[in-house]
């Protein structure tokens, strides 16, 4: 399955509308701006995540060998962290309007993008593009434990030549 819900953690209250019923010195409608205030945490400290275990038994893994705690969700975006027990695997999930930007904050993983194989390690950082096929193994006896960002794209995203000069082509 895909990690967090980032469809639903990820919405855009309003902050920001027009009146167009004013004037300005040139007769022309002069459009308010009116801003709303938002109160939001600014810090999210690492012993109080609430982990959720999502590891699933169809791809062979306990549930609690794969870890996910949200750490913020700002609109349209999602930051939290994934935490994978050695020797486990994601299984293949696809980003649909998401970004998803990792760093590795220990150990190393098996990353597969779109078909393609590769290893990250402590310090590494990847991404998916949005409308990509990918999944996560821990070939490792150390547990690996990523940053994860994502974006939430609002309109459908269209495809992105791949660089021919890229080590992923």
């Not at 705690?69 to 050695?86: D, E, K, V, W």
């Not at 696809?94 to 402590?122: C, H, R, S």
């Not at 547990?143 to 030549?161: A, G, R």
């Amino acid at each position: 399955g895909a990690l967090g819900d980032a469809d639903e953690d990820m919405k855009d209250p309003q902050i920001a509308s027009s009146s167009g019923d004013d004037k300005d010195d040139t007769g022309t409608k002069d459009k308010k701006i009116v801003k709303r205030e938002m109160v939001i945490e600014c810090i999210a400290p690492y012993e109080k995540y609430k982990w959720k275990n999502i590891g699933d038994m169809k791809d062979g893994v306990r549930s609690d060998n794969i870890q996910y705690a949200t750490a913020f969700s700002p609109p349209y975006h999602l930051q939290s962290i994934l935490r994978m027990q050695g020797h486990s695997k994601k299984g293949s999930s696809k980003t649909t309007n998401n970004t998803m930007i990792f760093i590795v904050l220990q150990g190393a993983v098996t990353v597969t993008l779109n078909g393609q194989l590769f290893t990250a390690k402590k310090g590494d950082s990847f991404f998916f593009p949005a409308q990509s096929t990918y999944d996560l193994s821990n070939e490792w006896d150390e547990t690996v434990e990523m940053s994860l960002l994502q974006f939430h794209y609002q309109q459908e995203m269209c495809c992105v030549p791949v660089d021919p000069d890229s080590t992923l082509a």
